[in-house]
């Protein structure tokens, strides 16, 4: 997990000038691309779910078993 620190001046003016550059119109010569990363954890079911019985819906258990972690890229 990550946090601000101190609202600069000079952090301030990045940041708005990040927002206008996000606010121009479209250029085909000159695209914006925006590019955001994510770091996502992969889980597994460590018994098997119950399944649908008429009246009943499909039980599964609370427990997991943790299965690596992966990257997720977007670009827009």
């Known amino acids: ?8 001046e000079e952090y301030q003016q990045r940041m708005y000038d ?3 550059l996000y606010a121009r ?5 000159e695209p ?3 590019l955001d990363e994510k770091s996502r954890q992969l889980l ?10 008429p009246g009943s819906p ?3 258990d609370y427990e997991y078993g ?3 972690t992966c990257n997720l890229f977007v670009a827009v």
Do not use: E, N, Y
């Open 1 to 8: 997990m990550w946090c601000i620190g101190a609202l600069t």
């Open 66 to 68: 943790r299965a690596g």
């Open 58 to 60: 499909a039980k599964q």
């Open 32 to 34: 914006v691309v925006c």
């Open 44 to 53: 597994k079911d460590s018994h098997l779910s119950l399944p649908i019985q």
């Open 18 to 20: 990040l927002l206008d």
């Open 25 to 29: 119109p479209f250029r085909a010569k």
